[in-house]
């Protein structure tokens, strides 16, 4: 969003910033995660599923601080997710990773080494809550619809 508000759509997070660029929002819903950027991609580097990474937890609720990580098993550890398919979408200032087996979950790491239309390189990884896995149209949120 630009208007310098939180997000708050269901899946949705706040801007991650980097020292160059911004992954200006996000948002998950059951078959993936869109990111929004403020500048031009490289479309091939940001199609291309190899250069995003994912992983989930969750974390046992107790009364101590803190927690280990569990995965979807409740076993110690982290599951990792692979992108299959992602979509640069108009203006190639969005892309929307393909996610295979999103759910709910209590927290999540995306990663990513892209590029900008100019060559600039860069990498960064988001941590969410995809509480909520909302449908939405990708093409109509990256466009701002």
């Avoid at 992954?23 to 929004?36: C, P």
Wanted: aromatic letters at 10%; hydrophobic letters at 35%; glycine letters at 8%.
């Amino acid at each position: 969003m630009d208007d310098g508000q939180t997000d708050q759509r269901p899946g949705a997070t706040a801007p991650h910033r980097c020292a160059e660029h911004v992954a200006a929002g996000s948002q998950s819903d059951g078959s993936g995660h869109l990111l929004r950027f403020d500048v031009t991609l490289d479309a091939q580097k940001a199609a291309d599923a190899a250069n995003y990474s994912a992983e989930r937890w969750s974390y046992q609720r107790t009364a101590n601080y803190g927690s280990p990580h569990f995965n979807s098993t409740a076993a110690k550890g982290q599951d990792s997710m692979r992108a299959e398919q992602c979509y640069c979408l108009e203006g190639w200032e969005s892309v929307f990773i393909g996610i295979p087996d999103m759910k709910p979950v209590m927290q999540m790491r995306l990663g990513w080494a892209l590029a900008t239309s100019d060559g600039a390189a860069f990498e960064q990884n988001t941590y969410f809550t995809p509480y909520e896995l909302a449908r939405f149209d990708p093409v109509a949120e990256a466009l701002g619809h």
